[in-house]
Each structure stands twice: as C-alpha cells, then as structure tokens.
C-alpha cells in the first residue's frame, strides 16, 4: 500500500499487523498500540487467539480432552471477540481467529500464512512470572519470527 506524504507516495510499511492475544492485561496493552499503529498506517489488524494443544492434553482427569478444548475454544473467542470490539471505535478492520496448536508455532506460521508484516503482543501473558524479562510464548515469537515483533509491557511488569 502507499500513502500520499508532502505529495510524495511512500510505500507503507505495515498493512496487515498481527495481536496475537491470551486476554492477559499485557495483551490488551498491546492492542491499544497496535490499533494506533493500524489507524496511522491504515493497516487491517489481525487478531489470533491460540488454544494451547499441552493444556487439552494436560487436563484434569475427571474432564475429557474435548471438553478442555471447547472450554478453551470459547474462552479464545472471547479474547478475540473483545479485540474486535475495541476496534468497533476505529476506521481499522479486525480479523479475529482462534487455532488450536502450540502458541509460538501457531503464531509464526499464521503470520507466514496471513502476509502479515508485524506483530505486536505483550512481553508477559496470563501463566508467567514476572520476573522473566519475557515470557516463553514471545521470547519465541521474537526469535523464531521473520517480521518484526513488537512487545509491550504493562506498568506492572517486573524491571
Ligand atoms: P509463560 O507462558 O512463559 O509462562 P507468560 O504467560 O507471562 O509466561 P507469554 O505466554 O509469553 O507470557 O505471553 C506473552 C504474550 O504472548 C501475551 O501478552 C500475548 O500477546 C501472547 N500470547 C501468550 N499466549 C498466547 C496464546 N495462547 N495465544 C495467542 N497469544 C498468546
Ligand atoms: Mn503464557
């Protein structure tokens, strides 16, 4: 896509951003920049909520596996859903999605998959401790990523 500036055209460099989202608080700081970023660069938004395949398989025993998932499943289409609305005030067009797998794969892949030219995601989520200076999902994210990753932390985060 580009852009009319000082009636020059520049190629922007961000038309499909990917949230890729747990519900956590650090998430949703992430979407606060993310729909900024979608505004100012007219960028779609993508938002992806991954069902973590270790937790159906790791359930408690008294549960079945498919109950697991399908709890999860709603739970990630309400992330996502909430994303969506957030984004109701905005000119941006939200995408929501909700996959099964191991969140790290299933986010690089989507991104491959989606065209998607940045991400945007907290640097902590719902399960961590703080005092990692990121948690697993994005530490993977970062070095498994061929665009760029943009992480954000809450105020709360440790230093
Ligand atoms: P850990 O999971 O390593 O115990 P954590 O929960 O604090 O620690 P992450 O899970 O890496 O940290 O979460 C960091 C960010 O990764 C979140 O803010 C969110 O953007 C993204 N994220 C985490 N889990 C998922 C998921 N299941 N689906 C999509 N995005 C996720
Ligand atoms: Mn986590």
Known sequence: MYKIVDDEYLRCMY??????????ECADEAVTHALDLATQYDADVHVLSVVDARDVSHGAPAISPAQVESTLRENAHEVTDAVADRAADTEVDVTPA???GIPD?????????????????????????E????????????RRSSVPVLTVRTDTDAT
């Open 15 to 24: 038309d499909r951003i990917l949230i890729p989202t747990d519900g956590s």
């Open 105 to 129: 794969d299933s986010i690089v892949t989507y991104a491959e998959e989606h065209d998607i030219d940045l991400i945007v995601m907290g640097t902590h989520g719902r399960t961590g401790l």
């Open 98 to 100: 909700v996959e099964a």
């Open 131 to 142: 005092r990692y200076l990121l948690g697993s999902v994005t530490e993977r994210t970062v």
